[in-house]
């Protein structure tokens, strides 16, 4: 199983977790779980006005050993307004590239944050893949 749950933050927001949604999905090949402000097609919607944030923006994607990755996925524009940072329990970070697919350990946990390049706004997707 693969629990994603998100939080938006904007500047005075900061470490604030109001309005927290959770979504998950069981660790079959061909799940998913996307992030984004498309409604349809996301489980965990960011605001519609965060166009640093693509309709569909992240993929988390079950394989068929029942392992899961998350991919960036490119949209319309060849250069972001956003990025992307994984951030592993301990302290491990790497940035996901744009278009770029980072797997996710079983038992693995952490965060991947969307920074805005524009203004001080974050969403945080934290992940727990049971073992």
Known sequence: ML???MATVSGTDAGATAGMQMADAPSEPG???RVGRDRGTCRLATPDDWLF???VHL???CG???TW???WLRG???DPSSEVRLVLVGGTQQTLLYGGTAQLAAGG???LVIHDRTGPRSVNVGFYHEA
Request: hydrophobic share 40%; proline share 4%; glycine share 8%.
């Open 3 to 5: 629990e994603l749950t």
């Open 31 to 33: 799940a998913v779980l």
């Open 69 to 71: 990755q998350v991919t």
């Open 76 to 78: 319309t524009h060849d």
């Open 53 to 55: 944030v693509s309709r």
């Open 109 to 111: 946990a952490g965060e």
């Open 59 to 61: 993929e988390f994607l």
């Open 64 to 66: 068929p050993e029942g």
